[in-house]
């Protein structure tokens, strides 16, 4: 029997692609080859897709060419580039890799946030121009002592203020729209005022329509120019003119961006910025986070092959709702 098509918008990790390899006829949507190309020309054989790669978003338009489709499988946990509307209309499932990338993208903000207010990357360059033999190393701000707030307090957000527990700082609070039961940290339903009271502002919720703009010019000026935003969530997020703005006049004091508006090619005037820590959005990206949400793609994907349940259905989209193959 062969194996069923598969239409594959980006690469997965070495050896999460071999297994996709194994039990799929996989085609590939995307760089170098044209991906609407690809979806036009065998896009009506597909069942299966596997999205969340370099090949753009998963919108309507593609959709449409792919009437068979029963099952997007994200590569991430953020799938705010697939058209969940049209998926839910159509009965397709969606899955996406939720929890295997906490401890990393925890980690990560935590380096960005550090990297930030300490100027690493500024310090590091400082060395590697000589300029240490003429001059003494520049001081920067610290975080002891600071008061830190986090919007979005779920999978993630809980790792990151359990990390932040071990530093020593004034205070953790949180936004998200319904408090977060038996957490122990102040949860403040008016962002505006967050913004107000804390000196370091950390943006972790979900890409799409729900949070877009989340982060006004308001929330940046009431951070203000002592202020630290970090942006580990998605670019969309934020009212990035605003934050450029804001930066280069000084209004906010400093930000920590792993995540852009325009991905891979961000706004130039960002590389202008020095107080600014950049990160091309690798927020799970090392060698082992990344096999574990391969390893959850596929999974996710044989277990619809096989008829069984799906592992990490998207809210949207739960098991219950949708009859598999
Ligand atoms: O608002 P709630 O109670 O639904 O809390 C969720 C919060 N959130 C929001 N907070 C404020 N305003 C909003 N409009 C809003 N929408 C969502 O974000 C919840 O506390 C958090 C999302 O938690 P999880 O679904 O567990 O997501 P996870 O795994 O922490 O990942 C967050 C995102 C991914 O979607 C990627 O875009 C990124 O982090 O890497």
């Known amino acids: 029997m062969t194996n069923p098509a598969l239409i594959s918008f980006g690469l997965l990790p070495p050896q999460a692609e071999v297994a996709l390899q194994t039990h799929f006829t996989v085609h590939r949507a995307y760089a170098p080859d044209n991906p609407d190309e690809v979806i036009a020309r065998i896009g009506a054989s597909c069942r299966f897709a596997m999205a969340g790669g370099a090949a753009g978003p998963l919108t309507a338009a593609r959709l449409a060419l792919l009437p068979a489709l029963e099952i997007v499988a994200n590569f991430g946990v953020g799938y705010d580039a697939i058209d969940v509307a049209t998926c839910v209309d159509r009965g397709i499932m969606i899955t996406n890799t939720p929890s295997v990338l906490d401890d990393e993208v925890a980690d990560t903000t935590i380096g960005l946030l550090l990297a930030t207010i300490r100027r690493f990357p500024m310090l590091d360059r400082f060395i590697r121009s000589g300029a240490w033999a003429n001059t003494k190393a520049p001081w920067t701000a610290t975080l002891v002592g600071k008061r ?118 961000p706004d130039p005037r960002f590389f202008e910025i020095e107080n600014a820590v950049l990160l091309p959005h690798v927020g799970s990206a090392t060698h082992e986070t990344r096999e574990r949400m391969g390893a959850l793609v596929i999974e996710n994907l044989l277990a619809w092959k096989d008829g069984r349940p799906v592992l990490t259905p998207v809210p949207e989209t739960p098991q219950s709702s949708i009859g598999a193959a």
């Open 148 to 265: 830190v707030g986090i919007v979005g307090m779920g999978r993630i957000g809980q790792a990151i203020a359990r990390r932040l527990s071990g530093f020593t700082l004034a205070e953790v609070a949180y936004h998200t729209r319904r408090p977060v039961a038996g957490l122990g940290i102040r949860h403040q339903p008016d962002l505006v005022s967050l913004a107000r009271e804390v000196d370091v502002l950390i943006v972790i919720v979900p890409g799409g329509p729900e949070t877009n703009g989340l982060i006004t010019r308001e929330v940046l000026e009431a951070l203000g120019p002592t202020g630290c935003f970090i942006n580990v969530a998605r670019g969309s997020v934020v009212d990035e003119p605003a934050l450029l703005e804001l930066l280069q006049t000084g209004k906010l004091g400093m930000a920590g961006l792993d995540v852009f508006l325009n991905e891979p090619r």
